[in-house]
C-alpha cells in the first residue's frame, strides 16, 4: 500500500493518504519488514543517540586517524566558531561533520548514513540545527526518517556504494539527505525538501572518489564538511523558493549514469584524482613499510 | 545493500571501512563459529586491498576481534590486541596472492585449542556484507546473515530430501539451499540457511541420518 521507488511516488503518496511524508516513510518500512512502529522509532532513536555521541567525542578529543593523516581539524573549527565567515551554525555542522569521520578513521563508533566514508554529513546539520533552533527530539527524528526514506530512493534507482558511483554516491547521497532533512525541519513541505535534495546531489554530481592510498582520511573527512555547508545552502534555497529545473528523480538518474561513465580509477581504487599526486603517491610508499 | 531504511541510515558499526574494518570483522566472527570458540593460535592470510591496506584499515584490529566473537560496532575492537593477548590467543599476518578471488579476500588459518586445524576463505563484498567461499576445503556459499547449517555427506541419492524433510517437520522455513560437489559419488556439502534458529534436536537428528559426516552450526552474526 505504501510502498514507492521514487520521490514522486512518495509525495503522492502523502496527498492521497493526507499523512506527513516522515508518516509515509514508517508505514511502508512497517510493510516491508514487518517491525511495527514502536520497534521502528526505537531503532532510529537510538541511531540518533549514537550520532550525538560520535559528534561529541569527536569535538572533544583530538583523535589520531589509523593512517595518521587526520584528527584534530573538528576541535579546531569549533574552537573558531564565533569567527566564522560562513556563520555559526553552518560552522558548527561542519565542526561536527569533520568529528564523525575523526571518530570513523580513529576506529570508533558511528553511524553509516549512508555509508561509513560519508557518516559525518546527516549528523553534522542535524545536531548543530537541534541545537540552534531547539527542535523536539520527534521532529528531528522524523527528519531522520525522511533522509533514510531518500537515501533508499538513491539506493534502488542508483547506489549508495563510492566503489560503483564514485563519491557522488556517498557524500552526494548524504548532503541530499541532510538537505531533505533541514528542509523539513524549518518547516519546508516534501515537495520543497525533494527540492533541496535536487539541488544538493547537482552541486555534488562528478564527484570523484579518490582515496589517498585507500584510506578513508584525505580527502573524505574534508569532502563531509563542504558536502555539509552544501546540504544547509540548499536547504536555505529550497525554503526561499528556488526551484531545481530538474526533480529529483532525474537527478538521481544523472547520477547514476555519471557513475557508470566514471573511469574504474576514480570509484574508491585510489589509482586516480587526489590518489594519484606526488603527495599521495610518497605517503603511501611509507605507510606500507 | 538492501532496501530497507536502516541499511540507509546504518548500519551502526565501527570505522574506518564497512568493507574493510565491518566485513572483516564479520569474517572473523565466522571463523570463531567454525573453530567453535577462540583458538589457540591463527594466522591470517591477506590477499589483493586487504594486502595493501589492512593496516590503514585497521582490518587487522578487526579480524583479530572478530575471531575474538566481536560483532562489527563492538568498540573494544580498537585493542582487540590486548584483548587477544588476555585470551592466550596467538595470531599473525601475512600477504598472499589467492588469484582470481575478489579484491577484499583472506584466508584464516586457526589451531583450535584440541590441535583440530580450521581454514576458511572469505570476502568482504561491500557495505559490510560478506561471502565465505571455503571451509575446511570444501567449497561453500554464506553469507553470515542468516543461521546457516554445513553438513558434508556422502553423493548419495535421497540424502538431500531426507535432510530438509527434518526441516519440514520441525516447521523451520529454508531461506537457501546450496549443494556442491567435487565429482560424482564424492564427498559432498550441503548449505542452509533459515530465516530462524535451528533448534539442536534437529542438528542431532541430520547428524544421525546416514551418510552424514559432519554437520556445523553458524549462527547469524549480527552487527
Excluded at chain 1, 593523516?69 to 576541535?75: T, V
Excluded at chain 2, 534458529?197 to 559432519?214: G, N
Aim: hydrophobic share 45%; proline share 4%.
Amino acid at each position: 500500500m505504501f510502498q514507492y521507488n521514487k520521490a514522486a511516488e512518495l509525495i503522492s503518496l502523502c496527498t492521497s493518504f493526507k499523512m506527513p511524508l516522515p508518516e509515509v516513510i514508517i508505514q511502508a518500512e512497517m510493510e516491508e519488514s514487518g517491525m511495527n512502529r514502536d520497534d521502528i522509532w526505537m531503532v532510529m532513536s537510538e541511531r540518533f543517540d549514537i550520532m550525538k555521541i560520535s559528534i561529541a567525542n569527536g569535538v572533544e578529543k583530538e583523535l589520531k586517524s589509523k593512517g595518521g593523516l587526520i584528527g584534530g581539524n573538528a576541535r579546531k573549527l569549533y574552537l573558531n566558531l564565533n569567527s566564522a565567515l560562513s556563520g555559526k551554525t553552518v560552522t558548527k555542522a561542519v565542526s561536527y561533520a569533520l568529528a564523525v569521520t575523526e571518530v570513523n578513521a580513529s576506529m570508533g563508533k558511528i553511524v553509516a548514513s549512508p555509508t561509513a566514508g560519508s557518516s559525518g554529513i546527516l549528523p553534522g546539520v542535524l545536531v548543530a540545527l537541534a541545537q540552534d533552533y531547539n527542535y523536539p527530539l520527534e521532529k528531528l527524528l522524523e527528519a531522520l526518517f525522511i533522509a533514510a526514506g531518500l537515501g533508499r530512493i538513491i539506493a534502488i534507482n542508483a547506489t549508495l556504494s563510492g566503489a560503483e558511483g564514485g563519491c557522488q554516491a556517498e557524500c552526494g547521497s548524504a548532503s541530499a539527505m541532510a538537505a531533505a532533512s533541514a528542509t523539513y525541519l524549518v518547516g519546508g513541505s516534501p515537495e520543497q525538501c525533494f527540492n533541496a535534495a535536487a539541488m544538493a546531489l547537482k552541486g555534488l554530481l562528478g564527484l570523484v572518489c579518490d582515496p589517498v592510498a585507500g584510506l578513508v582520511e584525505v580527502p573524505c573527512s574534508k569532502r563531509n564538511a563542504t558536502s555539509t555547508a552544501n546540504a544547509l545552502i540548499c536547504a536555505d534555497m529550497s525554503i526561499a523558493g528556488i526551484q531545481s529545473f530538474i526533480p529529483f528523480d532525474e537527478v538521481v538518474e544523472a547520477m547514476h549514469r555519471v557513475g557508470q561513465l566514471m573511469s574504474p580509477d576514480l570509484r574508491e581504487t585510489a589509482r586516480g584524482g587526489c590518489a594519484a599526486v606526488p603527495t599521495a603517491l610518497k605517503y603511501e610508499k611509507t605507510m606500507k613499510k | 545493500m538492501g532496501a530497507g531504511i536502516f541499511d540507509v541510515i546504518g548500519p551502526v558499526m565501527v570505522g574506518p571501512s564497512s568493507s574493510h574494518t565491518a566485513g572483516a570483522v564479520r569474517i572473523g566472527a565466522i571463523a570463531n563459529k567454525i573453530c567453535g570458540g577462540i583458538p589457540a593460535r591463527v594466522d591470517f592470510y591477506l590477499h589483493g586491498s586487504f594486502a595493501e591496506t589492512y593496516r590503514g584499515h585497521g582490518t587487522d584490529n578487526a579480524l583479530v576481534g572478530g575471531i575474538l566473537g566481536m560483532s562489527p560496532s563492538d568498540e573494544r575492537l580498537r585493542n582487540s590486541f590486548q584483548y587477544a593477548r588476555e585470551q592466550g590467543l596467538d595470531f599473525s599476518f601475512h600477504t598472499i596472492d589467492l588469484g582470481d578471488v575478489h579484491p577484499n579476500t583472506i584466508k584464516i588459518v586457526m589451531h583450535a585449542r584440541d590441535g583440530v586445524i580450521h581454514e576458511v576463505i572469505g570476502s568482504s563484498i561491500g557495505g559490510g556484507s560478506v561471502l565465505i567461499n571455503s571451509v575446511d576445503n570444501a567449497r561453500v556459499e554464506f553469507s553470515g546473515k542468516y543461521p546457516t547449517i554445513f553438513i558434508s555427506h556422502e553423493d548419495k541419492p535421497g540424502l538431500i530430501a531426507r535432510v530438509t524433510s527434518l526441516f519440514a517437520d520441525q516447521g523451520i522455513n529454508i531461506a537457501f539451499l546450496k549443494v556442491f560437489r567435487y565429482s560424482r559419488g564424492s564427498d559432498a556439502t550441503m548449505l542452509i540457511e533459515t530465516d530462524v534458529h535451528i533448534p539442536a534436536d534437529l542438528i542431532y537428528a541430520i547428524e544421525k541420518l546416514a551418510d552424514i559426516k559432519k554437520v556445523m552450526y553458524i549462527d547469524e552474526i549480527h552487527s
